[in-house]
Each structure stands twice: as structure tokens, then as C-alpha cells.
């Protein structure tokens, strides 16, 4: 056999080797991000018996979240509640660490609270907006056309709580007071869909100050990003402790 024979056999199956080793890469990545369906029923059957337990107001499982993403601790598999009275979608799940049923309840409640509540004095500084209980259902859509047209020129506001603090707190769900009742400092993330301009800063200066005056927040952090298109733009976010 010639050397340039044994050369093509070498190089051949050193690429065959490459190829079935990605191969295999990519079918492993594959079923990682496939959920799994006995996982999925046992935390539906876990939710429901917490539910139960737990809730005196009614409150419906319409779906399962797989986190194969890692974006959220202690669980990976959590069930997808709606409570009927306040509207607030949530989730329930065995945390992993202490194998105890906990749920996220009050801190999106809370959170939707509290965009609701900024909304009207954001919406007077900026213009329309929506709150992250608004823009849900609008990207839930598979139809990409619809949610650009509905997002079309809207600003999003997003707020956010530190998940532990919240926890601490161990607040009976069916009496979740009002989140002012309590020194919360949340995050409040507007991202606005056009260039940044120099007005924005005494307009989030004007937003805080509404805030503090009719009590909605006493402390937290406003932050301003913007988009072009859905498509984030590589400038400087706007950014005020209060």
C-alpha cells in the first residue's frame, strides 16, 4: 500500500472519528433539553397536593417549566399555576437542596404589583407601555409577526425582587399583604424602543420622584435599556439608585 494510500485511510478515519464524536455531542445536547415526561407528572401530582394544602383560593395548573437552561435555582422542574382571585401566573416545585414544596406566589405577585403601580408615571415621562404581566401572552405567541406588531413601539417594564429576601419574609400566601408594607428595593428594568437621548435622565429623575411622592416605592433602582426592533442596542444603560 502506498504511502498516500495510508495517508487517506489515517485522515479518513480520523474525520469519520470527529464526526460521529460531534455526532454523539449534539444527540446528548439534544435529549438534555427534551423534557422528561415522569418528571413532569410527579410535579404535577407534588403541586397539586401542595396546592391543596396551601391555598384557600382556587388556583389551576396549566402547564409544566423544564429549566434546562439552568436559569433557575433549586429545582428543574416546576408546575405553571394561574391563582383566579388575583390573576398572578406563578410557579410550585420541589426545591432540590431541602426537597421541600415552595412556591413563587407572592414575589410575582409583588412584582407585578409594583409595574402595574410605576406604569401610569413611566407611561407620562416615555409613552405607552406594557408591564411584564402584559407582555407575556403577547411573546407566548409562535406567531413572530403578531408579537413584533404588538410590541411594536411599546416600552417594557420589567420589575424584579431579590427571591431570598422575599422568602424570609414567610408570608402566609393567602394573606400576602401589600409589598409597600415592607422595605422592598426593587429592580425596575424600562427598556425603551429608540436611541437613547438626553432627556431620559430628568425623566427617570421626574418618574422616581412621582414614586417616592405617592408611595408607590420608597428605595430601588431604575434602570433604563433600549432596543432597536426587539434587537438590544450597544449603548450605556441609564441607571438610578433612589
Given at each position: 500500500?502506498?504511502?498516500?494510500?495510508?495517508?487517506?485511510?489515517?485522515?479518513?478515519?480520523?474525520?469519520?472519528v470527529l464526526l460521529l464524536a460531534i455526532g454523539l455531542l449534539?444527540?446528548?445536547?439534544?435529549?438534555?433539553?427534551?423534557?422528561?415526561?415522569?418528571?413532569?407528572?410527579?410535579?404535577?401530582?407534588?403541586?397539586?397536593?401542595?396546592?391543596?394544602?396551601?391555598?384557600?383560593?382556587?388556583?389551576?395548573?396549566?402547564?409544566?417549566?423544564?429549566?434546562?437552561?439552568?436559569?433557575?435555582?433549586?429545582?428543574?422542574?416546576?408546575?405553571?399555576?394561574?391563582?383566579?382571585?388575583?390573576?398572578?401566573?406563578?410557579?410550585?416545585?420541589?426545591?432540590?437542596?431541602?426537597?421541600?414544596?415552595?412556591?413563587?406566589?407572592?414575589?410575582?405577585?409583588?412584582?407585578?404589583?409594583?409595574?402595574?403601580?410605576?406604569?401610569?408615571?413611566?407611561?407620562?415621562?416615555?409613552?405607552?407601555?406594557?408591564?411584564?404581566?402584559?407582555?407575556?401572552?403577547?411573546?407566548?405567541?409562535?406567531?413572530?409577526?403578531?408579537?413584533?406588531?404588538?410590541?411594536?413601539?411599546n416600552i417594557e417594564i420589567n420589575a424584579y425582587l431579590e427571591?431570598?429576601?422575599?422568602?424570609?419574609?414567610?408570608?402566609?400566601?393567602?394573606?400576602?399583604?401589600?409589598?409597600?408594607?415592607?422595605?422592598?428595593?426593587?429592580?425596575?428594568?424600562?427598556?425603551?424602543?429608540?436611541?437613547?437621548?438626553?432627556?431620559?435622565?430628568?425623566?427617570?429623575?421626574?418618574?422616581?420622584?412621582?414614586?417616592?411622592?405617592?408611595?408607590?416605592?420608597?428605595?430601588?433602582?431604575?434602570?433604563?435599556?433600549?432596543?432597536?426592533?426587539?434587537?438590544?442596542?450597544?449603548?450605556?444603560?441609564?441607571?438610578r439608585d433612589f
Open positions: 500500500m502506498s504511502k498516500i494510500k495510508k495517508l487517506v485511510i489515517i485522515v479518513g478515519t480520523i474525520f469519520a449534539i444527540f446528548s445536547f439534544i435529549l438534555d433539553m427534551r423534557s422528561d415526561s415522569k418528571e413532569e407528572k410527579k410535579v404535577i401530582t407534588l403541586a397539586k397536593e401542595y396546592i391543596d394544602k396551601t391555598f384557600q383560593d382556587k388556583v389551576t395548573i396549566f402547564d409544566t417549566l423544564y429549566d434546562n437552561m439552568g436559569n433557575f435555582n433549586g429545582f428543574e422542574y416546576a408546575a405553571k399555576v394561574h391563582h383566579e382571585k388575583t390573576g398572578t401566573e406563578f410557579l410550585v416545585y420541589q426545591n432540590s437542596e431541602t426537597n421541600e414544596m415552595e412556591d413563587t406566589f407572592i414575589i410575582d405577585k409583588w412584582e407585578n404589583d409594583i409595574a402595574k403601580a410605576i406604569k401610569p408615571s413611566i407611561e407620562k415621562a416615555f409613552g405607552k407601555s406594557l408591564t411584564n404581566k402584559e407582555v407575556k401572552p403577547i411573546i407566548d405567541s409562535d406567531d413572530y409577526d403578531e408579537i413584533r406588531d404588538k410590541m411594536k413601539d427571591e431570598e429576601f422575599v422568602k424570609a419574609l414567610k408570608l402566609n400566601p393567602n394573606h400576602p399583604n401589600n409589598y409597600t408594607d415592607f422595605e422592598l428595593s426593587p429592580t425596575i428594568r424600562i427598556t425603551i424602543p429608540r436611541h437613547q437621548e438626553k432627556k431620559d435622565e430628568a425623566l427617570i429623575n421626574e418618574v422616581i420622584q412621582s414614586a417616592q411622592a405617592y408611595n408607590i416605592l420608597k428605595h430601588g433602582t431604575f434602570i433604563i435599556d433600549y432596543s432597536d426592533g426587539g434587537v438590544p442596542l450597544e449603548e450605556n444603560e441609564l441607571r
